[in-house]
């Protein structure tokens, strides 16, 4: 579905003609079906790589393609849905008139985008907004009719900058469902992020950018297997004394309010000696809790990696 | 439906729906309908004073329109983001340029048609025969906005829109004046000074072909050969502008 090959580009900023390098030799390879997540700090090169795919800016060197067809193919386009990010649109056109035209430049029928509008704007909840224009919606629902702009030519290949971004928690929700039933029916969604969570819950695959090269690829599991970032949370009640004491010893962190002590082990090895040094001890346990390392963790440490890199 | 025509009925809308547009009909209007009060302050012809101002208020607001609104051809498109979502639709960069064109165009068509309607009732207000050498003069002066518009659109490739409508409005001044470079060339000593003025004098735009106002105020008949040649002249800078607008264009990155 994508493929880019060692993709460069450096920018010619300022007076002094200085070169500023916002993406590095990015080798990347996304299959029909997968629904991808980019994920970076701000300035990582994510929108660049995105704006290189869609053909908005050029780049430096290197390749790439969409669905077979090299960068610059126009006619791909007619199988791809994009939503920039912060999109701007033209204000003085209703929801109606402004899909209508973007469904006008897939050469869409009249008939065609009359039935497409309404299931789209039912899609994302603005079919009570449809005659109002965009200068009047709020950002969450310029987002939405942003999406729905995306999706006009029922796309193979959906992309995404950064489609969370200033919605609210249930808006953020409603994307994120929304790109699961994109996934449902087949499409490819290719998407750039830097809500952790949004991208751990939806993706099959991610891709940590930062400063212009992708440090990581791969399903959120893999990543997080590869560091092994897992702690183990452990509630117990009346143990005491002497079995007490060891018990907090043997814990990475301990809190003990009343009669119930918090324990959090950094690795699952001696969590079973745990298990068996309260049961000997004559206390209960009230819960056991494997903490998964998120992609948050994951996130900071890189980017803490490449500072340090950058540093020395 | 034609991309092209898409995106030119859809800058016709964006056109019609900004204020700006009708403060600037309205200003013309008022100054046409006003030349009918400022010549009876006049010992000459009325006639001639009402023709006369009436032209040059519809040749004054027809550059206002196509520099003010023309810049936000593409320039603004850049500075407010919105040319993202159309590059990345199966429509090429030419064809951005050429619909953002065309549909200025019809933008100024209607609003010339209706300044020509007001020139044409006021004209009447002043003397009772319909004088049809008006619409020579009206039509020369839309192919000089077809030109302003190109130059506006040029500029609008490759800067922003407060510099592109800077650049325009000299570029128009300098138009009216290109003649004073040919006389400059001639007679400068210098032979490097002559070959600057010559360069200048063939590359700029030479404004003063489509200005036969005086000619029909003062009931000099203008040949249709001098009105056609005017027009290929004028088609042919058009097409020069946008042929380099869609090379600047096309080489761009929208960061």
Known sequence: ?312 | MNKILVIALNTYKESIRDKLLYNLLIFALLLIGGSVILSTLTVGERSKIIIDLSLASLNLFGVLIAVFVGIGLVSKEIEKKTIYTIIAKPVHRWQFLAGKYLGLLITLAVNVGLMTVCVYAVQLAGEWTLRLELLQAVWLIYVELMIVTAVALLCSTFTTSTLAAIFTLSLYVIGHFSSSLKEFAKKVGSDSATAVANVLYYSLPNLDHFNIKGEVVHHIAVSADRVFWSTVYGLAYIAALLVLAVIIFQRRDFK
């Not at chain 1, 009719?145 to 200033?166: F, T, Y």
């Not at chain 1, 969604?189 to 991208?199: A, E, Y």
């Not at chain 1, 809190?255 to 309260?278: K, M, N, Q």
């Open chain 1, 1 to 312: 579905m994508i493929v880019c090959e060692q993709l460069s580009k450096q920018f010619v900023v300022g007076l002094r003609q200085r070169k500023v390098t916002a993406l590095q030799g990015l080798d990347l390879k996304i299959d029909a079906g997968e629904i991808f997540g980019f994920l970076g700090p701000n300035g990582a090169g994510k929108t660049t790589t995105l704006k290189i795919l869609m053909g908005l800016i050029h780049p430096t060197s290197g390749r790439a393609s969409l669905l077979g067809r090299p960068l610059g193919d126009v006619g791909v386009k007619q199988q791809i849905g994009f939503l920039p990010e912060s999109p701007y649109f033209y204000d003085y056109l209703t929801a109606d008139e402004f899909l209508l035209f973007y469904g006008q430049l897939f050469g869409m029928s009249r008939v065609e985008l009359k039935r497409r509008i309404d299931e789209l704007l039912d899609l994302v909840g603005l079919e009570k907004s449809r005659s109002l224009r965009l200068r009047r919606f709020s950002k969450g629902m310029l987002q939405r009719v942003g999406l729905a702009q995306a999706l006009i030519n029922d796309p193979q290949l959906v992309m995404l900058d950064e489609p969370m971004s200033g919605l609210d928690p249930i808006g953020r929700k409603e994307v994120r469902d929304l790109i699961l039933h994109l996934k449902e029916q087949g499409k490819t969604v290719f998407f750039s992020s830097h809500i952790l969570s949004d991208v751990e819950t939806i993706c099959n695959r991610v891709g940590i950018l930062i400063n212009g090269r992708l440090r990581e690829i791969g399903s959120v599991e893999e990543l997080l297997g590869r560091y092994g970032v897992k702690t183990v949370e452990l509630i117990v009640e009346g143990v005491t004394g002497p079995h007490g004491e060891r018990l907090r010893a043997m814990a990475a962190k301990s809190i003990v309010t009343g009669p119930r002590t918090w324990l959090l082990f950094d690795s699952e090895s001696r969590v079973d000696e745990a298990v068996a040094l309260i049961v000997n001890g004559g206390g209960r346990l009230v819960s056991l809790t494997r903490q998964k390392g998120s992609l948050e963790d994951l996130f900071v440490k890189e980017v803490a990696l490449s500072e340090r890199a950058n540093q020395t």
